[in-house]
C-alpha cells in the first residue's frame, strides 16, 4: 500500500479522529478545520487520512482525520493505514498526542466497541457522541456522565453536522494537548 503523507505542522500537537465509518469523522474534521473534505464510504475508497490546523483555546493543533475503521486489526488498509498513525510506525509521522474518537450515538454498541481497542493505546481520549440531534429527535436519552464514568474518559455530546457540540470539543482538545507546549517534541518513529 502507497502512502501518501500531507504536509506536517511543526511543533504543534497532533490530535487522530478515529471513528467506525459514517459516524461522522470527516464532517467533524471540517468543522475544526474550517477545510470541505469530502469522502465516499465505501470500503477501499480512503485508504488514506486527511490533515488539517484547528483553533483551540489560545493554542493550534494539527487534526489528522484517519480512515473509518472497525477494528485496530491490519485486516484492511484502511485498518493498517489507521494502526499505524497510531502506533507511530509509519515514516515521517509521529504518534498522536491524544485521540478524538467518534462514536455514532445512534449505534453506541458498536462504537464502544472501537472505544476500548482505543483506550488501550494509553494516549489522552475524548470521546466525541456524534449525532445527538438523531437520539434527541427519535427520544433515545444517554446518560453522558454515567457513559463517561463508565468509559473512563470525557464524552462530549454533539451533532458535528450541525455545530452543536464543538465549542466543547474544542475545549477538550485543549486540555488533553495544554502539555505539549511543556514538553520537547517526540520525533517521529520510522518503520524499517
Known amino acids: ?70 477494528s485496530l486489526d491490519t485486516a484492511s488498509p484502511e485498518e493498517h493505514l489507521a494502526r499505524g498513525v497510531l502506533h507511530g510506525e509509519l515514516p515521517g509521522v509521529g504518534r498522536p498526542e491524544a485521540i478524538v474518537l467518534i462514536v455514532d450515538a445512534t449505534n453506541l454498541e458498536r462504537g464502544l466497541g472501537l472505544a476500548s ?30 457513559l463517561a464514568k463508565q468509559i473512563g474518559c470525557p464524552v462530549v455530546p454533539m451533532a458535528a453536522r450541525t455545530g452543536q457540540g464543538v465549542p466543547e470539543l474544542r475545549t477538550a482538545i485543549a486540555e488533553m494537548t495544554a502539555h505539549h507546549a511543556r514538553r520537547a517534541p517526540r520525533p517521529a518513529t520510522v518503520c524499517d
Do not use: C, Q, W
Not at 33 to 47: E, I
Not at 121 to 140: H, K, W
Open 1 to 70: 500500500m502507497t502512502v501518501t503523507l500531507p504536509p506536517r505542522t511543526a511543533g504543534a500537537p497532533v490530535v487522530a479522529l478515529v471513528g467506525n465509518p459514517n459516524a461522522g469523522k470527516t464532517t467533524l474534521f471540517n468543522a475544526l478545520t474550517g477545510l470541505r473534505a469530502k469522502t465516499a464510504n465505501h470500503p477501499g475508497t480512503t485508504v488514506e487520512y486527511r490533515s488539517g490546523i484547528a483553533f483551540v483555546g489560545a493554542s493550534t493543533v494539527e487534526i489528522l482525520d484517519l480512515p473509518g475503521l472497525y
Open 117 to 146: 481497542l482505543v483506550l488501550e493505546l494509553e494516549l489522552p481520549v475524548v470521546i466525541a457522541l456524534n449525532m445527538m440531534d438523531v437520539t434527541e429527535r427519535d427520544g433515545i436519552r444517554i446518560d453522558i456522565t454515567e
